[in-house]
């Protein structure tokens, strides 16, 4: 176990190490933050997933009892698989002015930089409390916080105000788009191609529904941005995914599209989907159902991540913009965390190390300067509790 001071970089290495691609646990980079934290005086609470494989882990510095700023980064990080590496992506690599590995960027290092403040956290006697989180999962829709953040002003404090250290170059985000992942099957009954008229084609109904999106999302693009923050400017959606068909001579019986919604925040999203699932209902089903009355089509969510709002003034952006000494808050089309926390009542920005350019990639990277950026606004952080 590390004793004593230990540098950011030193503890992303560590942290990197760890292989938590989203389908591994994390519990063993888990147990090694707990075990660190501890080795300060510092308690954690672990929260852990249904299935006990995962867990977040929770901390509070300083008092009990009272708000106090919370620190939010996720644990898990996208596959390399297949991803043309010319590092071992688990062994952080130094290389001139960069540090590269899986997760490094996204989020290792903004966690890496919170646990080598702790030391510091401790030792300045804080009035105002700092929490850290630490998270899984997100890389799968944002849901492993979800436990977590619905225990904030329940069992656990309630902060005043939460960072999310989500790749932003150190820019104040308070803003970014909702995400949520839809899955249509449609049902329809197998026949021998030959005979198509005793069959309902699956796949020829989900081409129907795949255009009607297809109509929906031009749409999107021509109701555009009003607030004029976001690039692209307007709520998008994408089909995904489509899986379906048995063979060359069956009438397909079963055909499944996955698509996804990303919504500005102000987006009625449920106006957008009742409208499709009107469509599937009233054209695209009566269709199905001449031949075979138990043809289906279902939509359902797979996950869903809430958009950040801006909440100009709030306490999580006046504190931000100050500890990063800029003045202008920015939006981003990706969804974080960030909005879990903001539903549950916590001013929320997203800010940390890195770019998001570099996350998701080969070779993923983090540049050094972007550590000691991150490390001189935590400083500030600590000032400003003291
Ligand atoms: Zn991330």
């Known amino acids: ?62 008092p009990e009892g009272v708000g106090g700023v919370c620190l939010s980064g996720h644990s898990d990080v996208v596959p390399v698989d297949g991803q043309p590496w010319t590092t071992d992506p688990f062994t952080l690599t130094p290389k001139d002015d ?23 956290m401790v030792a300045s006697k804080l009035s105002t409390p700092i929490h850290i989180l630490v998270s899984y999962d997100e890389e799968l829709g944002c849901t ?26 150190m820019k104040v985000v308070d803003a ?55 690039d692209p400017p307007n709520s998008t959606l994408q089909v995904v995914g489509i899986e379906g068909g048995t063979a060359g001579n069956i ?18 999203e449920e106006a957008l989907v009742a409208r499709f699932e009107r469509f599937a209902r009233d054209v695209v089903l009566p269709k199905l ?23 100009p003034g709030s306490p999580a952006e006046r504190l ?4 990063a000494g800029q003045n202008a808050t920015f939006a981003v089309s990706y969804g974080t965390e960030g909005g879990h926390f903001q539903a549950q009542g916590v001013p929320t920005v997203i800010c940390g190390p890195g770019s998001i350019d570099q996350a998701h ?15 001189r606004f935590l400083d500030g952080l600590i000032a400003e509790c003291t």
């Open 361 to 375: 990639k080969p070779d993923e990277f983090i540049e050094v300067a972007q550590l000691r950026a991150c490390e």
């Open 1 to 62: 176990m590390l004793a004593g001071r230990t540098t950011t970089e030193e503890l992303l290495a560590y942290l990197v190490s760890f292989d938590t691609t989203s389908r591994n646990s994390n519990l063993r980079l888990i147990g090694f933050v707990r075990d660190y934290l501890e080795a300060f005086g510092v308690a954690s609470v672990l929260v852990p997933s249904e299935d006990g494989e995962k867990a977040s882990l929770f901390c509070t510095i300083g």
């Open 144 to 169: 492993g916080v979800i436990p977590a953040v619905r225990k904030l002003g329940v069992d656990l404090p309630l902060p005043r105000a939460c960072i999310v250290g989500e790749p932003t170059l």
């Open 320 to 323: 931000a913009l100050r500890l």
């Open 176 to 230: 970014h788009k909702s995400g949520t992942g839809y899955v249509t099957t449609v049902t329809g009954r197998e026949a021998h191609s030959s005979m198509p008229q005793l069959g309902a084609n699956a796949i020829f109904a989900s081409a129907e529904l795949i255009a009607e999106l297809d109509r929906l999302r031009a749409e999107l693009i021509a109701a555009g941005d009003a607030s004029g923050r976001f």
């Open 98 to 120: 960069r540090l590269y590995g899986r997760g490094s960027c996204d989020m290792k290092g903004f966690v890496a930089a919170c646990l080598a403040k702790v030391p510091d």
């Open 289 to 311: 159902r001449v031949e075979a009355p138990e043809a289906e089509i279902e939509t359902h969510f797979t996950y869903r991540v809430p958009p950040l709002a801006p909440q």
């Open 251 to 268: 009438v397909p019986r079963r055909c499944v599209v996955k698509w996804n919604l990303r919504g500005l925040p102000n987006f009625d």
